[in-house]
């Protein structure tokens, strides 16, 4: 079934062809898109369309005269109640209130499938994110895209897609090194050796309790062993701490993908091979192009390095594959490993990254257009850096240095669901300053607390009916009232705002439509009591029956944003 708006959208369209058929509209092609949208005004209706004054120029004809004649031809449905034309030329549309309220009940036999779409049926999906080197713990800012992308994987999977979530693994390079060689040093130092900590090297504690665990486990059996020994400790102890904390945010993998593999399969010299034989490779100290200034900073003995002629792709210059040194840049394993992606059968790809890999992500296009692959599906979302402020300070972060804020640490100080909340409650174009003040309070300033206690008096109230023995079997759900079925059309909103979500790779959407339906509801349940003596009993029937929908949405919603739905408070 479509959202909403494509419904009004095809009956609007289906109008304007009646009428030019009738000779009310002359004949002209009709835009590939017609504007509807949510009303701002709900006392004229609960959707709006500007299309006549859209078609004013190309009908020759006035906005108001073009809406009248859409509403003389427009076809019945049965969520619609009434459409009406209003100068200067919109359509005011509103729901029927007998469909309204048989959502309820819709709403209710859905049960946690609640406004699942088929948009992605039949089609496969994959989500990467986080894909941290294996260097030190998981901080707050990897946190944030591990918090977007499985929630965006959420999402997906509502729209009916078959949604795999992969972690990109690099466990080589030079901050592997030096890793290797930081945990060697803590290891001697340990066992009272002499150690020499490297210069960049890495300094944080959890380097010195792996060092303990080490001498626990093997003595000083391991001092003459060389630095990629303990890389390969340090690896796998690290990386288990990272599956352990992102699992206590409910972040979890169904794929590893270690980008050593890529080399081993030789993909990315075959990669490498394809670019050149498409003319898209050239081998030179410098880029084509380059400034004298550029050219003059070159040392006298600089060596090619291989170039990718990107600037025939429309970049604004060509970016460097192979070093010099004969080592590949990022560009060249990344373009091999999204080239095996779209060959395993991913039909949508988002790839979430922080904003400093945006060049990154349109050369990684921009190569797979050039070996042959269409771009298209992998999408990108960008987000922000993310600050913690307490008592009005900022707090900055550095892995390295060992200066930071572990996700284990936040997660014990302000708990899962408010890590997550607050995460997606800001766009993620936008840097996020965690309050940390605001995330610890139990109280209805908290957004958390707000939402989920949405849940949570839904809950308290089906407990109380059970032990007065009062159901909500065969309500009449026409004895609700105004607010009651003004919470029921904002329900109704969700689809639409998991779609657009999806269009726009706009998870803090949801976020932002759960504050608002929770701020309609908790106004609602202190107004309209169910189960007040002075409550008659089908009335009382009626409402049980509007709360047990509002939990089922909630649940949903909460889920969605991968927090928990909780009974108890």
Known sequence: MDVLPDQLVTLLRDALRAAQTAG???????????PVTRSTKPEMGDYASPVAM???KVARRKPLDIAQAIVRHVGTAPFVGAIDAAPPGFLNIRLSDEWVLAQVDTIISAGDDVFSLAIGQGQKAQVECVSANPTGPVTVG???GGVIGSTMANILHALGYTVEMEYYFNNAGRQMQLLGRSLLARYREKLGLPFELPEEGYQGDYLADIAADLVAAHGDSLQDEPWERFKDEAEKAIFAWIERSLARVNIRFDAFFNENSVYEDNSVWDTLEELEQNGYVYRAVVREGASDEERAKLPADAQNAIW??????????DRVLVKSSGEPTYALPDIAYHKDKLDRGFSYLINVLGTDHIIEAQTVARGLQAVGYDPEPVHVLLHQFVTLVESGETRRMSTRR?????????VDDVGPDVVRYFILARSPNSHLEFDLDLARQRANENPVYYIQNAHVRCAGIFRQAAE????DDGA?????GD???????????MPEVLVLAYQELAPHKLAFYALDLARLFHPMYDAVRALHSDVPEDVAKARLRLYRAAQVVFRRLLTLMGMSAPDYM
């Open 142 to 144: 990897r946190t944030r």
């Open 476 to 480: 009449d759900l026409s004895l609700l």
């Open 54 to 56: 859209q078609l004013a």
């Open 308 to 317: 990718f002629r990107s600037t025939q792709l429309d970049d604004d210059e």
């Open 24 to 34: 009310d509209l002359p004949e002209f092609d009709l835009p590939e898109k017609l």
């Open 483 to 493: 607010q009651e079925q003004a919470f029921i059309r904002k329900m109704l909103e």
């Open 402 to 410: 060992g200066e930071y804020v572990t996700l284990d640490e936040l």
């Open 468 to 471: 007065r023995g009062l159901t």
